[in-house]
């Protein structure tokens, strides 16, 4: 058996990843989505919603259509308990229409944060990153840092999580092979930014945080704090048809809330 001790649900939380091109690639193969996809897997759904070329100054007027409906609507649309925000890499360009400048660059991700706690509810779990180092010809790495560090203290003074990308990317002394640009991560770089992530969300949302898939699952570990959608077939016993007459039922509960956690009855589990 797994450690699920007979819980699931009907509607997993969603996780939206909010950002430019970088968010973008970021549900192709091996891009961070897709290792945070993986990583959730039955757990949550990631929504994937980049813009390439995309600033702060595009993205805050548009949140109404870039941003998915908050809630739990219905079996199988749980409601938006995480939002990625990473913006800055477009922004901080020094030259052409594109180009925001620092302070309206700070102005807008607290709008963005305000309009997303407002979306989705102030418990919402909200990780603000900075962007990455850049190593091209349109951005200086003295301006990249200082939007980097601006985003920073955006978070904390909105009283949201934080992942400094840039300064996490630079500690390393091979940082530059995590581009394959010179601006887009290559798939070192969404590995590291996924791990990054993963770590940052253990520590500041624990109520969201999952087990590895990889890892084994034994009796002495605790359930996962997120259940599996629907039932780990691992605990189903032998009655399966009365297991899913009983899912159909919880279905079926227009006025109850489709994000409750559910469990099997302990006498139609598989026996240890």
Not at 75 to 99: K, S
Not at 267 to 272: N, Q, W
Request: charged letters at 20%.
């Amino acid at each position: 058996m797994g450690n699920s001790q007979g819980r699931y649900v009907i509607a997993p939380p969603r996780f939206v990843l909010l950002g430019d091109s970088i968010t973008q690639e970021a549900k192709i193969m091996d891009g961070w989505g897709v290792h945070l996809a993986g990583y959730y897997d039955r757990r949550a759904e990631v929504v994937v919603r980049g813009f390439a070329g995309y600033t702060s100054r595009m993205i805050l007027p548009a949140l109404g259509a870039a941003l998915p409906p908050g809630g739990a609507v219905a079996a199988g649309l749980g409601p938006v308990g995480l939002v990625i925000i990473m913006l800055g890499t477009n922004d901080c360009v020094e030259f052409g229409q594109g180009h925001v400048p620092l302070q309206e660059y700070r102005a807008n991700l607290s709008a963005i944060i305000k309009q997303t706690r407002l979306r989705y509810g102030q418990d919402v779990g909200i990780v603000l990153m900075s962007p990455p180092p850049a190593n091209d010809n349109f951005r200086q790495p003295e301006i990249v840092a200082e939007y980097a560090q601006s985003c920073c203290s955006i978070a904390e003074e909105c009283g949201v999580a934080c992942l400094d990308l840039h300064s996490a990317m630079l500690a390393r002394d091979d940082w530059q092979s995590f581009l394959k640009d010179g601006v887009h991560l290559s798939a070192m770089g969404n590995k590291f930014l996924a791990d990054s992530l993963l770590a940052v969300i253990e520590k500041r949302f624990p109520h969201l945080a999952a087990d590895s898939p990889n890892e084994s699952e034994g009796e002495q570990r605790q359930p996962n704090p997120l259940p599996h959608h629907l039932p780990d077939n691992t605990d189903i016993g032998e009655d399966i048809i009365q297991v899913f007459s009983r899912v159909s039922g919880e279905i079926g509960k227009t006025e109850a809330n489709p994000a409750r956690i559910l469990e099997i009855p302990a006498e139609l589990r598989k026996k240890a």
